[in-house]
Nanobody, 121 residues
């Protein structure tokens, strides 16, 4: 019911930057929050950053001020600016949507297909 299209992953050297974008489309009635999670090989999926409709943001402990999440509500888009990347940030990054959909305002959660981020040392 809600489709997510991600872009912006790739290969970067340690210390470099990448910007991820995710756009939601479909029968969206409201957006509660959008954000990013990541999963490295052999590890569990973990929170990177989320932004709520109230303007609140939350980051994983490992971010330590290196990443910035932003939303464009008019475009149903969430962006993640990642700076000072290091090899430990290598993972598949997944966009996440939580909100409600038409016609009855049912709760909906969607995940993107994932975009690979690789940081070389």
């Amino acid at each position: 019911q809600v489709q997510l299209v991600e872009s912006g992953g790739g290969l970067v050297q340690a210390g470099g930057s990448l910007r991820l974008s995710c756009t939601a489309s479909g029968n969206i009635a409201s957006t509660i929050r959008m954000g990013w999670y990541r999963q490295a090989p052999g590890k569990q999926r973990e929170l990177v950053a989320i932004a709520t409709s109230y303007g609140n943001t939350d980051y994983g402990d490992f971010v330590k001020g290196r990443f910035t999440i932003s939303r464009d509500d008019a475009k149903n888009t969430v962006n993640l600016q990642m700076d000072k990347l290091n090899p430990e940030d290598t993972a598949v990054y997944y966009c996440n949507f939580v909100g409600t959909v038409h016609p009855l305002g049912m709760a909906a959660t969607s995940w993107g297909q994932g975009t690979q981020v690789t940081v070389s040392s």
